[in-house]
T-cell receptor, first 111, second 113 residues
Framework: DGGITQSPKYLFRKEGQNVTLSCEQN?????MYWYRQDPGQGLRLIYYSQIVNDFQKGDIAEGYSVSREKKESFPLTVTSAQKNPTAFYLC??????????FGPGTRLTVL | AQSVTQLGSHVSVSEGALVLLRCNYSSSVPPYLFWYVQYPNQGLQLLLK??????LVKGINGFEAEFKKSETSFHLTKPSAHMSDAAEYFCAGGGTSYGKLTFGQGTILTVHP
């Protein structure tokens, strides 16, 4: 079955640590996205990539980094510079139409 | 600035009653509009989408939405609510940049027996 996988489902981070969230898709989509979701704030775009080896900052990129070395993969690193990283993180992909397909999400908690 | 506004962060209905979730978009948002549903601790699932053509869009699970350009609205409806419809619903609009979407704040739907 085609789809988007995210791992891990739950992640705990100590203050000062960097952590990497995985996102993989086998839909052959060109574009991939990372969103952060906080209660009552909807989804906010962190980074997006329209093509391999290229990505752009979204609305809240500070404290995050990404890479796009393969079409199928778009990992997100939450760095120690992100002061309030506890949130639900969603990865999505699309093939050029506006419709985006979402993964199941990763819940990150800072201890 | 582009914006998508969902009126009402919480909506409560009785099972079998009409569901109406409201969404308005700013005129700067291109008319690519979507409704997504999210169940607790899960990703978003597409309910329906409007791109061009017919203004009444039918989606999955009996939901539909009507695109009204004059009112800049894209409200989601379902004639008869079911307990399984309880979830959070997001309206989203296409941005000016390739593939970027602007999301509303979300509306949590509660269905009472």
């Amino acid at each position: 079955d085609g789809g988007i996988t995210q791992s891990p489902k739950y992640l705990f981070r100590k203050e000062g640590q960097n952590v990497t969230l995985s996102c993989e898709q086998n839909l052959n989509h060109d574009a991939m996205y990372w969103y952060r979701q906080d209660p009552g704030q909807g989804l906010r775009l962190i980074y997006y990539s329209q093509i391999v080896n290229d990505f752009q900052k979204g609305d809240i990129a500070e404290g995050y980094s990404v890479s796009r070395e393969k079409k199928e993969s778009f990992p997100l690193t939450v760095t120690s510079a992100q002061k309030n990283p506890t949130a639900f993180y969603l990865c999505a992909s699309s093939r050029g139409e506006w419709e985006q397909f979402f993964g199941p999400g990763t819940r990150l908690t800072v201890l | 600035a582009q914006s998508v506004t969902q009126l009402g962060s919480h909506v409560s209905v009785s099972e079998g009653a009409l569901v109406l979730l409201r969404c308005n978009y700013s005129s700067s948002v291109p008319p690519y509009l979507f409704w997504y549903v999210q169940y607790p601790n899960q990703g978003l699932q597409l309910l329906l989408k409007y791109t061009t053509g017919a203004t009444l869009v039918k989606g999955i699970n009996g939901f539909e939405a009507e695109f009204k350009k004059s009112e800049t609205s894209f409200h989601l409806t379902k004639p008869s609510a079911h307990m399984s419809d309880a979830a959070e619903y997001f309206c989203a609009g296409g941005g000016t940049s390739y593939g970027k979407l602007t999301f509303g704040q979300g509306t949590i739907l509660t269905v009472h027996p």
